[in-house]
Nanobody
Framework: QVQLVESGGGSVQSGGSLRLSCAAS????????LCWFRQAPGKEREGVAAIDSDGPTTYADSVKGRFTISRAYAENTLYLQMNSLKPEDTGMYYC???????????????????WGQGTQVTVSS
């Protein structure tokens, strides 16, 4: 069973930065992908950024150029560097893990079978 624990959320003003972390454990396969999702109140959960097991990344259009996903293999940790934050970035951010897949599927919730509890990000204008 994969365990995922997010941290790093908080409250910032518009234009600020945050870095989210996700500590992962319990993997039995080296071929997996990791993704950051977010969910705002009253909205569906959406994929923000994902990284596959061999390194390729993909981003939602709304965060391209502002967010960067990365992973530290030795520490089994996933990161999300968020710059130039906007009020519409507000939401609960979740880390998710699943089997490696095609890049065009990386931001879909149904590709992931392990989820963290989430960390709240609030951006004020």
């Amino acid at each position: 069973q994969v365990q995922l624990v997010e941290s790093g959320g908080g409250s910032v003003q518009s234009g600020g930065s945050l870095r989210l972390s996700c500590a992962a454990s319990g993997y039995t396969s080296s071929s997996y992908c990791l993704c950051w999702f977010r969910q705002a109140p009253g909205k569906e959960r959406e994929g923000v950024a994902a990284i596959d097991s061999d390194g390729p990344t993909t981003y939602a259009d709304s965060v391209k150029g502002r967010f960067t996903i990365s992973r530290a293999y030795a520490e089994n940790t996933l990161y999300l560097q968020m710059n130039s934050l906007k009020p519409e970035d507000t939401g609960m951010y979740y880390c998710a893990a699943g089997p490696s897949t095609n890049w065009w599927l990386l931001l879909r919730t149904n590709q992931y079978n392990s989820w963290g509890q989430g960390t709240q990000v609030t951006v004020s204008s």
